[in-house]
């Protein structure tokens, strides 16, 4: 079975930064497409973060840009979201997602294009 397993989040002032880290087993981690989304409370899941199964191409919501990083070291199997100048409104649970196919990289940031999830870390930031 395919697992996603996320760590990382926490409690942060705001300005402050967090690094997440997705762990993934039971899939070819290094083809397939992974992101990062985000859920606050009363809100849609949204995209923050997408990498390429290579690493070599990434892709921001704007709501993240400039202040978020994606990557991801394949031969750790490993995800990252190194996330600084954190704001209250970065508030939610975050979650790994892998692309549902093989080699494939369709930005956009639409989840029905991820088959696989974990289970999320919450990020609280505080005013």
């Known amino acids: 079975d395919v697992q996603l397993v996320e760590s990382g989040g926490g409690l942060v002032q705001a300005g402050g930064s967090l690094r997440l880290s997705c762990t993934a087993s039971?899939?070819?981690?290094?083809?397939?497409?992974m992101g990062w989304f985000r859920q606050a409370p009363g809100k849609e899941r949204e995209g923050a973060a997408y990498?390429?199964?290579?690493?070599?191409?990434?892709d921001y919501s704007d709501s993240v840009k400039g202040r978020f990083t994606i990557s991801r070291d394949n031969a750790k199997r490993t995800l990252y979201l190194q996330m600084n100048s954190l704001q209250p409104e970065d508030t939610a649970m975050y979650y790994c997602?892998?692309?549902?196919?093989?080699?494939?990289?369709?930005?956009?940031?639409?989840?029905?294009?991820?088959?696989?999830w974990g289970q999320g870390t919450q990020v609280t930031v505080s005013s």
């Open positions: 997602a892998a692309q549902s196919r093989r080699k494939l990289y369709v930005t956009g940031f639409n989840p029905s294009q991820f088959a696989y």
């Open positions: 039971g899939l070819t981690f290094d083809d397939y497409s």
């Open positions: 990498i390429s199964w290579s690493g070599g191409e990434t």
